[in-house]
């Protein structure tokens, strides 16, 4: 967004006054409104859907002051995933108006779909159809937007992260891959990221605790990071558990670092995707479960590290072969692709 205020008159955000934590948690944007003066953060009065399990909270705008705002601006973009009851009646508003529209979307990344999925698509797919493009942020969303979500004017934009920071600490990564020694005997696991249900946190627990039981040979530590709704029940939870450290958020990349240069593997058990990169870049190697967020398998090149489900964690751990982190390191110049500049002339493009 910040870029994008480079190239046009005026950019903006509408949002709820979100979550204190978890994924929903508002961002910190004084700083940058005060460096861009066409940037515009609308925060509105809404209703939030409560949610529990593995589903995503959201929030409904109180549609007044929404319809309002979007007249204002000539493109909008409208995020899928978690704003459907928004956009079922802020995009026909928008073609109303005559604005240009794209619908960005994560898809669905489970390998088998749901009633419940299939009926979300059904309602969907017309509101879609009725927009300029549709920006899917893997390979496998844009895949899904167009054959299962009525998008006919797909294209791929990979959700990633601004590499800047890694480049700049790239020495200190190099000599932490080129170091690298891997003790079968004693193996540190890293899970980065919010703490609730959908990221099933406490099943990871429940597998290292398991695997610990009685085995003397190899053992398993683990530490977490992150805040969300059950960081306090998982502290509890492992309070009597010396292998497993449960620290809550570190957002500090310069504190984060010896985290991933000391762990031997980064594990993401439920949703995610975003911290399969940032692991990537900082140079430990991920296993995740397929169907994280769609995005592990545009990013981990090597198959073996992906799993079809976080039950199969367990046998893919007792299973672990040495660790290569060079070997798996090789493969960084394929993903630390992101130069801003040719993203945006691409996404401006499009619209």
């Known amino acids: 967004m910040k870029v994008l205020c480079d190239d046009f008159k005026e950019v903006g955000i509408i949002t709820s006054k979100g979550d204190s934590v978890g994924t929903l948690k508002l961002a ?43 007249t204002k601006y000539d493109v909008i973009v409208f995020e899928g995933t978690t704003n459907l009851l928004n956009n079922i009646y802020l995009v026909p508003l928008a073609k109303l108006f005559n604005k240009k529209t794209i619908w960005w979307d994560a898809g669905y990344s489970l390998p088998i779909r749901s009633f419940k999925r299939k009926l ?28 299962h979500m009525g998008a006919n004017k797909v294209f791929l934009n990979l959700n990633t992260i601004n590499t800047s920071y890694f480049e700049s600490i790239s020495a200190e990564i190099n000599e932490s891959v080129n170091s690298y020694k891997f003790d079968e005997s004693n193996i540190k696991l890293l899970y980065v990221g919010v703490v ?30 992150g805040g969300g709704n059950q960081l306090e029940e998982l502290k509890l939870y492992v309070e009597d558990n010396d292998k497993i450290k449960v ?7 310069s504190q984060l670092k010896m985290f991933y240069f000391e762990s031997d593997l980064f594990i993401l058990p439920g949703d995610g995707g975003l911290a399969i990169l940032q692991s990537l870049l900082f140079g430990l190697p991920v296993l995740s479960v397929i169907g994280a967020d769609g995005t592990e398998l545009d990013y981990i090149k090597d198959k073996s590290f992906l799993v079809n489900g976080t039950d199969k964690i367990e046998d893919a751990l007792r299973k672990l072969p040495p660790i290569n982190r060079t070997r798996i390191f090789s493969s960084l110049p394929n993903i630390k692709h992101v130069d801003w500049n040719n993203v945006l002339e691409d996404f401006i493009k499009k619209l």
């Not at 005060?34 to 995503?56: A, D, V, W």
């Not at 059904?122 to 899904?144: E, H, W």
């Not at 605790?209 to 009685?214: A, C, F, Q, R």
């Not at 620290?247 to 990349?253: F, N, R, S, V």
């Open 196 to 225: 609730e249900e959908r990221k099933k946190v406490k099943q990871l627990i429940d597998i290292v605790t398991k695997l610990n039981s009685g085995n003397i040979e190899k053992q398993f530590s683990l530490t977490v990071i």
């Open 247 to 253: 620290l809550g958020p570190i957002y500090d990349k």
């Open 120 to 147: 979300i698509d059904l309602i969907v797919a017309p509101f879609i159809r009725c927009t300029d493009g549709q920006m899917g942020y893997s390979t496998l969303a844009k895949n899904y937007l167009e054959n």
């Open 28 to 70: 910190k944007y004084q700083d940058t409104l005060n460096e861009y003066s066409n940037l515009n953060i609308h925060q509105l009065p809404s209703i939030k859907i409560g949610y529990s399990g593995e589903t995503r909270s959201t929030n409904f705008f109180l549609y007044p002051k929404s319809i309002n705002i979007i």
